[in-house]
């Protein structure tokens, strides 16, 4: 174990055997019940749409004859809970890339027809509206015998994340686009796994903000991210798939992940940063053992107190 990652307090009440996935929604009902709460997912991406999508959002009300005909829909949709050290996480699994890619392009963009990178698999939403909280917090609020929701919304509103969520939402595919030619399993077992990866490299992000909000160092979260995917998903730490996934070796960069994480200075000094960031992978693999396995969060938390590099 490297100096300075044993003994840290706190750690001890951040350890999570297992990580616990509610289902709550499945299948084609997914894209609908999330229409519920975040409306502006009616608004198709086109040109122009975004002035829709935006009173969509902020008013609760979808567009007048909207539909959902946008999505196509699969059978293993699904929105679970994620339980984690740093509370339950919300995530939306979309086994179609196409409706992967609309949600991006409706929540992340205001329903713009713009293009999403193949090497996009996974991405987190913060302080979205949630306009199903408002009407459960109504119907509460009417239930208890109020009778001014107008001025009672407002006070609830005021308060700091209040109506807010957090959405982790997670697509099909290769992990960071490696195919399963270059991995030790095969074509459905590489795509299994590569969920399990993706999903659990996005909540170790949000256990990361929640816990430590001011830290926040690219390359190094994104290197301890995918420490938290593959001990989970896979059971191990794999120095070798880390590598593939960042495009990282011993003798500079090889194309992959790690030049989305850099500035342009940082860019210019690509090939030196991936061969460190190379050797780091293999120090993590020689610390990975049984505690690290069954306590990927535990081993997050160790890792980003003291962290091995900073860029």
Known sequence: ??????????????????????????????????????PQLYVAPAEGAQEANRLAAARGIAP???????????????????????????????????????????VGHKSQPVPIARTVGAITYRRLADWGKVARAREEYLAGGGD???????????????????LVVVSEGPYSNVPAGMT??????????????????????????????????????????DVVGLLRATGRYDARLAALFLGVTEG???????????????LERIDDIATEVHTTLGLINSMCGEEQESDPFGFLVRLKGSPLFRF
């Open 252 to 266: 500079g960069f090889a194309g992959g992940r790690l030049s989305e994480y850099l500035v342009d200075g940082q």
């Open 148 to 166: 001014d929701w107008a001025s009672e919304f407002k006070r609830l509103a005021s308060v700091p994340g209040a109506f807010r969520a957090e």
């Open 64 to 106: 007048e004859g909207a539909d959902l005909d946008h999505f196509i829909g699969d059978e293993e949709d699904a929105v679970f809970t994620v339980e984690t050290p740093a509370g339950p996480v919300e995530a939306l699994f979309l086994r179609n890339r196409d409706d992967f890619e609309t949600f991006l392009r409706i």
């Open 1 to 38: 174990m490297g100096p300075g990652l044993h003994g840290r307090s706190g750690v001890g009440c951040l350890a999570l055997d297992v990580i616990r996935m509610s289902s709550e929604i499945k299948g084609r009902a997914t894209i609908k019940a999330l229409a519920g709460r975040f």
């Open 184 to 225: 030790p399993y095969s074509g459905k077992e590489w795509l299994r796994m590569s969920r399990g990866i993706r999903l659990n490299h996005e909540c170790a992000h949000v256990v990361c903000r929640r816990l430590m909000p001011d830290d926040v160092v690219p390359v190094w979260d994104e290197v301890t991210a």
